[in-house]
T-cell receptor, first 112, second 114 residues
């Protein structure tokens, strides 16, 4: 398995609270991605990074922000969690070929 | 806005049978078409990928067929096994410029009966 860890793996939080999910890689890959997975929607891109401090929005970026201060870490923040953000969040990494991405184990987030 | 449409949503196949999953796309800027396999509780993993200038790619029991004029591609799993039971996602990538992204279909849950 690619060296990708996500933390926490499970989290339950209340509406309106801030939440930060962490993705850590040991592969030194340039590109990092955050997706959310919901039934019937597949995986949808939230934000991605193409280098330290270089990030861009994906298809479903509203309500999310990201930061990448080191090559190995990519943080996803929900400033004020809503029930619609209940989902499974996956981090992915790639180097060079966009279609070849390696996924982490996922974080299941429940917003009550 | 779903740029990659996948069908069927679920598929049940007998052991030894052929599983076929179909995808269609609109954006002609896509330059690679991968398939990912996901087991319960795990992240997706790349299974096989094809370029749009190739009509077919085979890796073991897995084959991608690509029809550029129809903007369609499909995954065929020959001699399907219970261990193939998983969710399969087609995807399409854009590899140039600032929009380096992978767009996924909605997924197909495959069950192979023993």
């Amino acid at each position: 398995d690619a060296g990708i860890t996500q933390s926490p793996r499970h989290k339950v939080t209340e509406t309106g609270t801030p939440v930060t999910l962490r993705c850590h890689q040991t592969e030194n890959h340039r590109y990092m991605y955050w997706y959310r997975q919901d039934p019937g929607h597949g995986l949808r891109l939230i934000h991605y990074s193409y280098g330290v401090k270089d990030t861009d929005k994906g298809e479903v970026s509203d309500g999310y922000s990201v930061s990448r201060s080191k090559t190995e870490d990519f943080l996803l923040t929900l400033e004020s969690a809503t029930s619609s953000q209940t989902s499974v969040y996956f981090c992915a990494i790639s180097e060079g070929r966009v279609y070849e991405q390696y996924f982490g184990p996922g974080t299941r987030l429940t917003v009550t | 806005q779903q740029q990659v449409k996948q069908s069927p949503q679920s598929l049940i196949v007998q052991k030894g049978g052929i599983s076929i999953i179909n995808c269609a796309y609109e954006n002609t800027a896509f330059d690679y078409f991968p398939w990912y396999q996901q087991f319960p509780g795990k992240g997706p993993a790349l299974l096989i990928a094809i370029r749009p200038d190739v009509s077919e790619k085979k890796e073991g029991r897995f084959t991608i067929s690509f029809n550029k004029s129809a903007k369609q591609f499909s995954l065929h799993i020959m001699d399907s096994q219970p261990g193939d039971s998983a969710t399969y996602f087609c995807a399409a990538s854009i590899s140039s410029g600032s929009a380096r992204q992978l767009t996924f279909g909605s997924g197909t849950q495959l069950t192979v009966l023993p």
